[in-house]
């Protein structure tokens, strides 16, 4: 006999594999006219102190191969400024998953730049953040205004903004909420943000795609963060106990290993770790990991939760992160899954509920509750996101050794 728990897990189970993406959504010109005029930016902030950095600034370009950005003479400068991480890997391939991930610490199978929404069940940072009350924003290139939901703008000719590069936009529990939509803006709203000292504490930066080198090449990209990214390295606002990330959502070439160049600057950074490289392997959960444990956040249970943390943070922890032999590491395909054009299951990802997680503080209060009695879909202590099932990403090795001298290590497979 069903107990009224284990009738709720199951509706709440149910619920979740047959959700559906819904159809794209087109505004007509004269619905964004007057949504530009109507609607207002929310940029709330806050001031709550972190064990490595007190904001966290996140930058994507698009679609080059590690050896491609690296020869480019404007990043390659500002690398040289801070960290080098030379072992950062995207998650898939095309675009949207790898953001999509970056906000909900999964693909969920997407392997499209689809208009797709996920369910609102589905938690994201922005659930995180609100634990501790961290403000949060992404400031979206050329979007027209503040929560804007069509897929592209503007409606016709070149693309500028694309919805398939915004992450938390992706998320039913983003864009069905009453204010969330409005702390996801543009260029205006983020120099009048930095003019009045209304930044928020955690910033997702979208270029547009000419900026972004999608629709260009590196060279029209590296002259756009040469002219963005070092006047606000010299503004306090932005740069106190900043740490910055300038990433790229995935390599150009889908048959390589899916490295992307990366690099950390900002005001957080140490000085002796300026010039530096760091050899660790990170991904796009590496960093929701980081800022968990950086503010002493839960877990969304997902990939996030066994990634490896920044060191700068991982050394304030004590976390010891896993060396991974990335020899043969591709991590360039997506597993099957509810958003998947390819390899289509109807089942949603059940995240963990259980464990303290890289961060250290557990699995957050939502999902246990979404998910209480489920078993874990992945094995989500693995600091490389795989499915054995499917054959994606096995056979990639990881070791680590604990300060009492233990040495531990796993295969994903």
């Known amino acids: 006999m069903f107990t009224k728990q284990t009738l709720l ?4 189970a149910l619920a979740l594999a047959v959700a559906k993406t819904t159809t794209e959504k087109t505004p007509t010109q004269a619905e964004i006219d007057a949504a530009r005029d109507t609607v207002l930016p929310y940029s709330p902030v806050s001031n709550v102190k972190g064990l490595a950095f007190n904001r966290f600034v996140n930058i994507w370009l698009e679609n080059t191969d590690y050896e491609t ?13 801070g960290i080098l991480l030379t072992n950062y890997f ?16 999964d693909t969920f199978g997407m392997d499209s730049d689809d208009f797709l929404q996920i369910p609102a069940n589905v938690s994201t940072i922005a659930d995180l953040f ?13 979007m027209p205004y503040a929560g804007y939901q069509g897929k592209r703008y503007p409606l016709s000719g070149p693309n500028q903004y694309v919805r398939k590069h915004n992450p938390l936009v992706l998320y039913d529990s983003v864009t069905d909420d009453a204010v969330r939509p409005r702390q996801i803006k543009n260029f205006t709203t983020f120099y009048e943000d930095l003019e009045h000292h209304s930044l928020p504490q955690h910033m997702f930066i979208t270029p547009n795609m000419t900026n972004d080198a999608h629709d260009t090449d590196i060279t029209v990209a590296g002259d756009w963060v040469a002219r963005f990214l070092p006047p606000l390295l010299k503004n306090e606002h932005f740069n106190k106990d900043s740490l910055v990330l300038l990433t790229f959502d995935e390599g150009g070439n889908y048959s390589h290993p ?38 002493g956040l839960p877990s969304l ?32 395909q997506t597993y099957p899954g509810p958003l998947s054009t390819k390899n289509y299951s109807s089942k949603w990802a059940v995240p963990a509920t259980k464990g303290k997680c890289s961060a250290g503080h557990g699995i957050a ?12 879909t992945y094995d989500y202590t693995s600091p490389v996101p795989y499915d ?26």
Not at 9 to 12: D, N
Request: proline share 3%; aromatic share 10%.
């Open 90 to 105: 995207a998650v898939t391939h095309p675009s949207e998953p790898n953001y999509c991930a970056s906000a909900g610490g």
């Open 301 to 332: 249970g997902r990939w996030d939760c066994g990634a490896n943390l920044l060191n700068m943070v991982a050394e304030k922890t004590g976390y010891v992160n896993w060396e991974v032999d990335t020899s043969n590491a591709y991590i360039n």
């Open 9 to 12: 897990v199951f509706v709440g």
């Open 258 to 295: 899916n490295r992307v160049f990366s690099f950390l600057v900002g005001g957080a950074i140490p000085k002796h770790l300026k010039g530096t490289t760091d050899d660790t392997f990170y991904t796009p959960y590496s960093i929701i990991a980081s800022l968990s444990a950086n503010w």
């Open 365 to 376: 209060e939502i999902v246990k509750k979404t998910y209480d009695g489920l078993h874990p």
């Open 130 to 142: 609100d634990t501790k009350h961290i403000a949060w924003g992404e400031y979206q290139e050329d």
């Open 388 to 413: 054995a099932a499917s054959g994606n990403n096995v056979g990639i090795k990881y070791q680590r050794t604990l300060k009492h001298g233990k040495t531990e290590s796993g295969i994903t497979g």
């Open 69 to 81: 950005a690296a020869s480019d003479e404007n990043l390659s400068k500002l690398a040289k400024e």
